[in-house]
């Protein structure tokens, strides 16, 4: 139980252009998603925390224009990086964690998207 | 959140145990020990968490000390896919809207 699936898992995109990742709770109701974005050889750093219905809370020194959050259902949330640039390459993981049997605060992963904007 | 100590780097053995330190010592009595992993390439994996008992799945076992201000996380038999950076996170507990804070972990090796 408790699976997360995230797609793609990798895109290349033109300098630019915009790009939607969709994480998808499949087996239970996500009441909280989460955004992180990993630069190589680096920890993940959070991006964002979405609850369902409601808009994202952005970290500081995220660009809520630039990364735009929709969690629109309990089950599906997406990020979509809006006129990427080569700097916003990177590895981008979304989790989730949820209520009912699932103890809380635990947070359920995606597989993660590597983003590359040439 | 309290901060969260770990060693840089470890070598295991395969087929031994994997004794993995975390030290928080400013763990407030709120808060629970947090147990992820990161496979090389992939999104976390929750491995085990706990407030101060000792705590055991079908993953891996956690002792945290009497006075909270340090845990073990143990891989009771270390296989070569259990090699991964670990974090310990330590993280109020009893919402479903915790922020987990990723330091840099400990690079765990196992070898044949």
């Known amino acids: 139980g408790a699976v997360v699936s995230q797609h793609p898992s990798r895109v290349i995109c033109k300098s630019g252009t915009s790009v939607k990742i969709e994480c998808r709770s499949l087996d239970f109701q996500a009441t909280t998603m989460f955004w992180y974005r990993q630069f190589p050889k680096q920890s993940l750093m959070l991006m964002a925390t979405s609850n369902e219905g409601s808009k994202a809370t952005y970290e500081q020194g995220v660009e809520k224009d630039k990364f735009l959050i929709n969690h629109a259902s309990l089950t599906l949330s997406t990020l979509t990086v809006t006129s990427a640039h080569p700097e916003d390459s990177s590895f981008y993981i979304c989790?989730?964690?949820?209520?009912?049997?699932?103890?809380?605060?635990?947070?359920?992963f995606g597989a993660g998207t590597r983003l590359s904007v040439l | 959140d309290a901060k969260t100590t770990q060693p840089p780097s470890m070598d295991c053995a395969e087929g031994r145990a994997a004794n993995l330190p975390c030290n928080h010592s400013?763990?407030?009595?709120?808060?629970?020990v947090y147990w992820y992993r990161q496979i090389h390439s992939q999104g976390p994996q929750y491995i085990i968490h706990g407030l101060k008992n000792n705590e055991t799945n079908e993953m891996a076992s956690l002792i945290i000390t009497e006075d909270r201000k340090s845990s073990t996380l143990i891989l009771p038999h270390a296989t070569l896919r259990d090699t991964a950076v670990y974090y310990c996170i330590v993280l109020a507990g009893g919402t479903s809207y915790g922020k987990l804070t990723f330091g840099q972990g400990t690079i765990l090796t196992v070898h044949p």
């Open positions: 989790s989730a964690s949820g209520g009912g049997s699932l103890a809380k605060n635990i947070q359920y």
């Open positions: 400013t763990i407030s009595g709120n808060e629970y």
